[in-house]
């Protein structure tokens, strides 16, 4: 004991107590307060690392020199005599006690700020963190807020989206989920997601809370968890969007990188700001139906006109205008509704010639007009690979006949948002045209299997499941899935290249003859069927003849998913059909 006595008469455990208590003021301070002041990511570890280096400092010094009111003096080691005399009692061991508490509470605070375990740590592949973003829970009295903790839970998923190195699950899977009484470890599974991000809004009068959690997946443990009580105006609540993605990303031990925008461009006041936030709230409808009834749309438009009459030189609500607008394209309405969504969108972008959702938009846009040079052109400018630009890169890429690039694109957007059935088919169709088979064959049986759990049509897949399987010789396996489709559809042309390919020619012709008394254009089965069976003069007059009723209709139409056709690229009728539909040169040859 004579050593803890020295210590406590050099007061080295007093001078270690208060030097812990300071150490951990300064970190909260610096942790909390640096991100507003724009100080950079690594000063708060530049202040863990000086204060671990600084304690044995303290420590010693304490031991060496004394501070008393007439300066600084060194200690002299006390005779032994005295301090054995002296007891060892209770205020000496709290004192102890005391230090020791402290130094284990700041050691935890330093291993929860610089050294996260690296089993909290769940990399993918190429090194990104998987993260999905739940829809907030409206707290408020008023069930019509819903929209506005749907809006902040929105605006937060797209600055975490912005961080190269996470991978954010789109809001479209990750709203799905809403309302759903699966465990946490379930609903990351579903998203294939390893952290979740959730939260809830209590709005009342001027004022919100904001809560938001991180939650690890595996372990179902809190990593993170901040109350924000904020008056409801645009700095402030794209203050709290900006703080949580900085959390977030610190605590998964990710960097913000320059150019990882997290704040876009704030509107000129709330009311632009709740309009669009009300608006995008019918947009998650229209997505969830894929399409809808005139009204929804209509409403949409009205609540984004609302936020452009409130704030004209916004361009989120300009952009979000245009692409309720491109939503809505149909056929009865496509040039009037094409060129409103066309000039919102160009507004967008002359108000911020930077903002990604804009171009992407435009890609589309230029893309169901046949502009395809202008389509790439858009897409170039995206450098933010988020669902909807990878799902556009790939729509474009299958009108290109690019079909490796397009599955590549596929798989992203797909990862991007797993509950996606539309991506996942789309996806499924483009192993098919790029000759994967065998990768087609296996993923088509998964995608059918997990169909069958919803409403979207499992048999859709059946014509490339036939095809791909009577490519790779699997005759008796494709001639079974034939036979159910001949059996029970009635619509018998999509499975007019399986017959063909299999060699049953006459039931092929029959299917060909059908159509062409029909007035309906199926421009991918039929110069494919045609092509196949080796008829290139009634292939290729099937597409003139499309090309000049409904060009649109033949540009997205992957009429040469089949190699057969994309075969074809040696006559100059089909390379011309090619150049009239605008298909760059460069994309016009052979497979």
């Given amino acids: 004991m ?17 030097y812990l208590v300071a150490v951990w003021v300064l970190i ?4 909390v307060v640096g991100p507003g002041l724009g100080a950079p990511d690594w000063i708060l570890t530049v202040v863990i690392v000086c204060s671990v280096i600084g304690l044995p400092i303290v420590l010693v010094l304490a031991w060496a020199y004394d501070l008393k009111t007439t300066g600084l003096t060194r200690s002299e080691p006390e005779p032994a005599s005295a301090v054995a005399a002296k007891p060892i009692g209770a205020a000496r061991w709290a004192e102890l006690s005391l230090f020791m ?19 909290d740590i769940v990399t993918l592949p190429d090194g990104r963190r998987s993260i999905a973003v739940l829809p907030f829970e409206n707290l408020s009295s008023d069930a019509e807020q819903q929209y506005f ?25 990750s709203f799905a989920l809403r309302d759903s009484d699966l465990s946490t470890r379930e609903i990351a599974r579903q998203l294939d997601a390893d952290y979740i991000v959730e939260g809830s809004v209590r709005r009342s009068g001027d004022t919100a809370r904001i809560t ?17 009580d904020v008056n409801l105006g645009v700095s402030e609540l794209l203050d709290v969007q900006e703080d949580v993605a900085r959390r977030i990303s610190d605590r998964l031990q990710v960097r913000v990188l320059p150019g990882d925008e997290l704040r876009d461009n704030p509107p000129a006041n709330l009311t632009a700001l709740e309009h669009y936030l009300d608006g995008k709230s019918y947009l998650r409808v229209i997505e969830t139906l894929s399409g809808g009834p005139d009204q929804i749309y209509r409403t949409a438009i009205e609540r984004f006109e609302a936020s452009i009459a409130a704030d004209p030189n916004w361009a989120p609500s300009r952009q979000a205008l245009g692409a309720t607008f491109h939503m809505w394209l149909k056929r009865d309405n496509f040039e009037d509704v094409w060129q409103q969504s066309y000039e919102q969108i160009q507004q967008a972008l002359r108000i911020d010639a930077d903002y990604q959702p804009a171009w992407v938009s435009l890609g589309y846009l230029q893309l169901r007009k046949q502009k395809f040079d202008a389509a790439l052109d858009a897409y170039d400018k995206v450098d933010v690979p988020t669902r909807n630009a990878n799902w556009g890169k790939a729509i474009l890429m299958v009108a290109l006949s690019q079909y490796d690039r397009a599955k590549d694109h596929y798989r992203a957007a797909w990862s991007l948002d797993p509950l996606s059935n539309n991506i996942r088919v789309q996806y499924a169709v483009a192993l098919v045209c790029a000759s994967a088979y065998g990768e087609a064959i296996e993923f088509i049986e998964e995608t ?15 014509p490339e499941l036939a095809y791909a399987h009577a490519k790779i010789g699997n ?8 036979d159910k489709w001949l059996v029970e559809e009635e619509f018998r042309l999509p499975i007019a290249p399986a017959l063909a390919l299999l060699g049953r020619r006459e039931e092929a012709l029959s299917i060909l003859a059908d159509t062409d008394k029909s007035d309906n254009f199926f421009p991918g089965y039929y110069p494919g069927a045609a092509a196949i069976l080796g008829d290139r003069e009634r292939a290729i007059g099937y597409l003139e003849n499309t090309l000049r009723e409904s060009p649109g209709l033949l540009a997205t139409s992957q009429f040469h998913c089949y190699e057969e056709v994309r075969k074809l690229a040696s006559d100059p009728r089909y390379t011309r059909v090619l150049a009239n539909l605008g298909i760059p040169e460069e994309y016009r040859g052979t497979d």
């Avoid at 902040?152 to 899977?173: D, F, G, K, W, Y």
């Avoid at 059918?448 to 059946?462: E, G, K, M, N, V």
């Fill in 149 to 173: 903790a749907d809006g902040i839970a929105e605006e937060i998923l797209n600055a975490l989206a912005t961080v190269q190195e996470l991978r954010v699950t789109s809001r479209t899977s």
């Fill in 212 to 228: 938001v959690q991180l939650i690890q997946a595996r372990s179902d443990g809190h990593l993170l968890s901040e109350n924000y």
């Fill in 28 to 31: 909260q301070v610096v942790d």
């Fill in 448 to 462: 059918r299997a997990d169909l069958r759990a919803t409403d979207y049509p499992t048999d859709w897949l059946l």
């Fill in 475 to 482: 005759r008796e396996t494709a001639g079974q899935i034939v």
């Fill in 101 to 119: 508490a402290l130094l284990v509470a700041v050691a935890y605070l330093l291993t929860d700020k610089l050294l996260l375990s690296a089993g």
């Fill in 2 to 18: 004579p050593f803890l006595t020295e210590l406590k008469r050099r007061k080295v455990l007093r001078a270690g107590g208060a």
